[in-house]
């Protein structure tokens, strides 16, 4: 080796460590290493590019980009942009395209404990708001310049505190710093004062924000931003990451990186949740109703054996994962998670199951175990309502007993309930608005004694329409229809229709329908089975993604029959005068005129985009895990 070289070589390999070092020092850690250990939720993009990526590539953005929807997606972003964005923008007196590329790295929304014990007026959750802009830090720098001159010519009261090192900005906030154009698209809501009290003094609000590099910042107070800072500074206060709960679901949830997932501490919330005492009597507002205790609710209802709740979806080439996970331990598991929990046997669809049903499930449940654990939950929540449904029950015991002295509802209905529950429907018949509009489905269940089972059941509904005048029991190819009368349905031209179940029994499964078509459909493919639903291509390569038929819960739907009946009612009704809302009647009334359904285009022309989708669950001694796949169209490989 030339010694003389060796100055050069020294620099050269300082110059090649300051490179390397400057990206180690700009990257900002994971969402999990930066919130406090006491994070009750956390909803998180790990990588904001990614999912961008992603969503660009997924069918739904492909359709809303689709030449064929131009007139639909022009009409609806010429509104948005006339009565929102450019509102807002006015509002605000900022660019929103200036904000529209700081989504980089992770973008994070949390809620911490912050010292909350659901008791002290004077203490709240903390909420926090994590973005890195990554390599356009200096745009988030001059964005959040532009803000704090805007706060200050618009006369707020900023004050600035050092937190390790890093000013905030501290900004009062009232509702009075809502924009207007956000105002218009939240529900009127009027104060409520209850009468004997006195007012609640209003609760003062503030934002506190800075940037760390490339982070974004966001709390509503100083002690809720400390400990992500303290993180970020090299401090060692516990975080999310070392939660053993958060750590468990982590490993076995979020694993395979997917593009979001959500977490919820259900343990922690519900433990302080049900350290909040009842309100006490108002004597200026009695009531009949007893004040009941939140942590006594909660037991009953088997939700303080919940330890966490997991959401996270997964993105590939094959197309969309979505998996919920419901953390609650076997030993610990009762309530409505008992009920929940799935048998571990086949729930696939059964040879009669048509390939041209549009939508199908199947859940194989105890059902006796449901009953007992219903009738516990409701003895714990509320007497009085465990002691309507036994008075219901006794009140249909005395009407069979008319005909039947030993009937009893308890032993010919609930004892004879199997663990096979399922339904599947087909699509409409015609095209019309009012054909559109009507179900055609079939509901089945399993019984250890379908005869005993039928005649409970037609009991029972003795008690929500009299039977006086029901058809009488008529033979189809070998079985037996009973029909039951049912409450009158409204007509599409706003009368009355008398409407009609029919069951029977067949294959050990009793059947109950509204259509007859329906049902005699079922029971001649019990004798001839048609091609099945089973049989669909590409139906068993979804399953395998999304765990399997054979853990006691699988489910179907065609999206492309859906659109196709979506698409026809929606185009029908526009032209029959109907405005969006009237349609959509969960969106604002101030987007009423933003879409216009009469734009879109027939179906087949968008069809491309739909296929299926499928869902499963299961049931192990840790949890009980929802999973939804969609498989990507063939169309658009």
């Known amino acids: 080796m030339n010694l003389k070289n060796l100055p050069l070589l020294c620099l050269a390999a300082w110059l090649a460590l300051l490179t390397l070092a400057a990206p180690?020092?700009?990257?900002?850690?994971?969402?999990?290493?930066?919130?406090?250990?006491?994070?009750?939720?956390?909803?998180?993009?790990?990588?904001?590019?990614?999912?961008?990526?992603?969503?660009?590539?997924?069918?739904?953005?492909?359709?809303?980009?689709?030449?064929?929807?131009?007139?639909?997606?022009?009409?609806?972003?010429?509104?948005?942009?006339e009565q929102f964005t450019g509102p807002l923008e006015q509002d605000l007196g900022v660019s929103l395209a200036d904000y529209l590329d700081l989504p980089q790295g992770q973008c994070t929304f949390a809620i911490t404990r912050n010292g909350w014990d659901g008791q002290d007026d004077k203490q709240f959750p903390g909420v926090l708001l994590l973005l890195d802009a990554k390599d356009r830090s200096d745009l988030l720098k001059t964005n959040l310049d532009l803000l704090r001159k805007k706060w200050v010519a618009s006369g707020k009261p900023i004050r600035t505190e050092t937190i390790h090192g890093l000013a905030f900005s501290v900004v009062p906030l009232s509702s009075n710093d809502i924009p207007p154009t956000l105002t218009a698209l939240l529900p009127n809501s009027q104060p409520v004062q209850e009468l004997g009290r006195p007012p609640q003094p209003a609760r003062q609000s503030e934002m506190v924000i800075a940037q760390y590099q490339s982070l974004l910042i966001v709390g509503n107070s100083i002690k809720a931003v400390e400990p992500v800072v303290s993180r970020l500074t090299g401090g060692s206060v516990p975080c999310l990451a070392d939660n053993s709960i958060f750590a468990a679901d982590q490993a076995s949830q979020f694993r395979n990186s997917p593009v979001y997932y959500s977490w919820l501490n259900a343990r922690a919330l519900f433990g302080?949740?049900?350290?909040?005492?009842?309100?006490?009597?108002?004597?200026?507002?009695?009531?009949?109703?007893?004040?009941?205790?939140?942590?006594?609710?909660?037991?009953?209802?088997?939700?303080?054996?919940?330890?966490?709740?997991?959401?996270?979806?997964?993105?590939?080439?094959?197309?969309?994962?979505?998996?919920?996970?419901?953390?609650?331990?076997?030993?610990?598991?009762?309530?409505?998670?008992?009920?929940?929990?799935?048998?571990?046997?086949?729930?696939?669809?059964?040879?009669?199951?048509?390939?041209?049903?549009?939508?199908f499930w199947r859940w194989r449940l105890d059902s006796q175990n449901i009953w007992s654990e219903l009738q516990r939950t409701l003895a714990g929540v509320s007497p009085s309502a465990l002691g309507t449904l036994n008075g219901l029950i006794d009140m249909a015991n005395s009407l069979a007993q008319q005909k039947d002295a030993t009937f009893?509802?308890?032993?010919?209905?609930?004892?004879?309930?199997?663990?096979?529950?399922?339904?599947?429907?087909?699509?409409?018949?015609?095209?019309?608005?009012?054909?559109?509009?009507?179900?055609?489905?079939?509901?089945?269940?399993?019984?250890?004694?379908?005869?005993?089972?039928?005649?409970?059941?037609?009991?029972?509904?003795?008690?929500?329409?009299?039977?006086?005048?029901?058809?009488?029991?008529?033979?189809?190819?070998?079985?037996?229809?009973?029909?039951?009368?049912?409450?009158?349905?409204?007509?599409?031209?706003?009368?009355?229709?008398?409407?009609?179940?029919?069951?029977?029994?067949?294959?050990?499964?009793?059947?109950?329908?509204?259509?007859?078509?329906?049902?005699?459909?079922?029971?001649?493919?019990?004798?001839?089975?048609?091609?099945?639903?089973?049989?669909?291509?590409?139906?068993?390569?979804?399953?395998?993604?999304?765990g399997g038929a054979g853990n006691g819960l699988f489910g179907y739907e065609d999206q492309r029959a859906v659109?196709?009946?979506?698409?026809?009612?929606?185009?029908?009704?526009?032209?029959?005068?109907?405005?969006?809302?009237?349609?959509?009647?969960?969106?604002?009334?101030?987007?009423?005129?933003?879409?216009?359904?009469?734009?879109?285009?027939?179906?087949?022309?968008?069809?491309?985009?739909?296929?299926f989708k499928v869902f499963t669950g299961a049931t192990t001694p840790e949890g009980i895990t929802f999973k939804g796949f969609s498989p990507r169209p063939p169309q658009l490989n």
């Open 408 to 546: 009893d509802v308890r032993r010919n209905l609930v004892a004879n309930l199997g663990d096979d529950w399922m339904s599947y429907e087909k699509g409409p018949v015609g095209t019309s608005l009012a054909d559109l509009s009507q179900s055609h489905g079939i509901f089945l269940f399993a019984a250890a004694n379908p005869e005993q089972t039928l005649l409970a059941l037609k009991t029972a509904a003795a008690l929500a329409a009299t039977q006086e005048g029901a058809p009488e029991p008529r033979d189809f190819q070998g079985h037996t229809v009973h029909t039951v009368v049912w409450r009158p349905q409204v007509s599409p031209t706003g009368g009355t229709i008398q409407s009609y179940l029919y069951c029977s029994l067949c294959s050990g499964y009793l059947a109950v329908s509204s259509d007859m078509a329906m049902l005699e459909e079922f029971l001649r493919n019990a004798g001839k089975p048609p091609r099945p639903l089973s049989e669909t291509p590409g139906l068993a390569d979804a399953l395998q993604h999304a």
């Open 24 to 81: 180690l020092q700009a990257a900002i850690p994971p969402a999990e290493d930066l919130l406090p250990s006491d994070t009750f939720f956390v909803l998180t993009v790990p990588d904001c590019g990614a999912l961008r990526h992603a969503a660009c590539q997924s069918p739904k953005w492909l359709l809303w980009n689709d030449p064929a929807m131009k007139p639909f997606h022009d009409r609806f972003m010429a509104k948005w942009s």
């Open 563 to 611: 659109m196709r009946t979506t698409f026809a009612g929606l185009k029908q009704s526009a032209a029959g005068g109907l405005a969006g809302q009237q349609m959509m009647p969960f969106l604002p009334k101030s987007t009423t005129d933003w879409i216009d359904f009469s734009l879109l285009p027939d179906y087949e022309q968008v069809a491309k985009y739909f296929y």
């Open 272 to 359: 302080v949740i049900a350290q909040i005492p009842p309100a006490e009597p108002n004597p200026s507002a009695p009531t009949l109703i007893p004040p009941v205790s939140p942590g006594m609710v909660l037991n009953t209802a088997g939700l303080t054996g919940l330890k966490s709740i997991c959401l996270s979806c997964n993105e590939s080439y094959e197309g969309t994962l979505v998996t919920f996970y419901l953390s609650v331990p076997e030993s610990s598991r009762q309530g409505v998670f008992k009920m929940l929990a799935t048998r571990p046997k086949d729930a696939g669809a059964p040879a009669f199951v048509p390939a041209d049903a549009v939508k």
